[in-house]
């Protein structure tokens, strides 16, 4: 099990940026993949950014050149920057512990709103 809780989400203007968190149960060394989802009103949930147990990271073609995931022992963040109001969602984390080869749990946090005005 993996208890995941997100934190940072406000309100900001356009231009403006924000680190987001997510806090973990266990060291991220421990998980295979984290990452961070975005879901805006009437929209599935998309990928923002992945970041792997050996720091391989991965971004959303919207998230490039202005998103940065990382991590620590204990949290993974979100350096959003130039923030724009299509951005305006509600962030989630997500983790990925293998179980055996092939084979994942995968967990959520309970989200973090993130509004950007123009």
């Known amino acids: 099990q993996v208890q995941l809780v997100e934190s940072g989400g406000a309100l900001v203007q356009a231009g403006g940026s924000l680190r987001l968190s997510c806090t973990t149960s266990?060291?991220?060394?421990?998980?295979?993949?984290m990452g961070w989802y975005r879901q805006a009103p009437g929209k599935q949930r998309e990928l923002v950014a992945t970041?792997?147990?050996?720091?391989s990271t991965n971004y959303a073609d919207s998230a490039k050149g202005r998103f940065t995931i990382s991590r620590d022992n204990a949290k993974m963040y979100l350096q959003m920057n130039s923030l724009q109001p299509e951005d305006t969602a509600v962030y989630y984390c997500n983790a990925k512990v293998l179980v055996r080869a092939g084979l994942f749990n995968t967990y959520w946090g309970q989200g973090t709103q993130v509004t950007v005005s123009s």
């Open positions: 970041i792997t147990r050996d720091g």
């Open positions: 266990r060291s991220t060394f421990s998980i295979a993949v």
